[in-house]
């Protein structure tokens, strides 16, 4: 059964000179339960537009983009909002987390959106990326990597069927980058997590068992 089913899925943006740019043409893509796929595009091919679309941060021109069986693209935005908060965790390369909130209660923050605070899930997952010693370390007090860690965690508190991460090693080293990966992908694992993963990184990529390059299903037509 696929968690994630696109079809005829179209976004243009309208440029500063007044035309509107066609940036997403899909004609079908789908990710099936507990998968795990990395999609290879270079920056600014549309691969962040195309996650903003599967999570219904967007909306479509046209087309369908079905999550767990929902139909994002038809909902409102309180709606959508409310499908990504239980659905769908995001692993963002910024990190995204809110400076003036310690790691636990950036976790927390972003269960009280989905289903519920669990205060022993939160511990349970900042332990498991390696921030058990953290729980009220500030985003600043921590580095690039423990951050990112901070960033999986929050993205699995809502025990999501589908995470979407985006570029999540772009801004960590080398060594940092291997082990943020794995987390990323063992704890999808562990938590029966479908995981859609984009990059342009050969080795990130090369960790993949089922890769598809980006250019090749995403085909924009002219508006």
Known sequence: MAVLEIS???????????????IIGIGSF?????????????SGSGKTTFLNLIAGILRPDSGRVSVAGREMSALSEPHRDRLRATTIGYVF?????????????????GMSFGAG????????LLERVGLGGHLRHYP?????????????ARALANRPNLVLAD???????????REVLALIRDTCRENSAAL????HDREALGQFEEVQDFHQINQPTPP
């Open 8 to 22: 005829n899925l179209q976004k243009s943006f309208l440029s500063p000179d007044g035309t509107r740019r066609a």
């Open 30 to 42: 789908s990710l099936a339960e507990r998968a795990q796929m990395a999609l290879r595009g270079e």
């Open 93 to 109: 390369q910024t990190f995204n987390l809110l400076q003036g909130y310690t790691c636990l209660e950036n976790v927390l923050l």
């Open 117 to 124: 605070v669990d205060r022993g899930l939160a511990h349970k």
């Open 140 to 152: 600043r007090q921590l580095s690039s990597g423990q951050q990112q860690r901070v960033a999986v």
């Open 167 to 177: 570029e999540p090693t772009g801004n960590l080293d080398p060594v940092n980058a």
């Open 196 to 199: 859609l993963f984009v990059s």
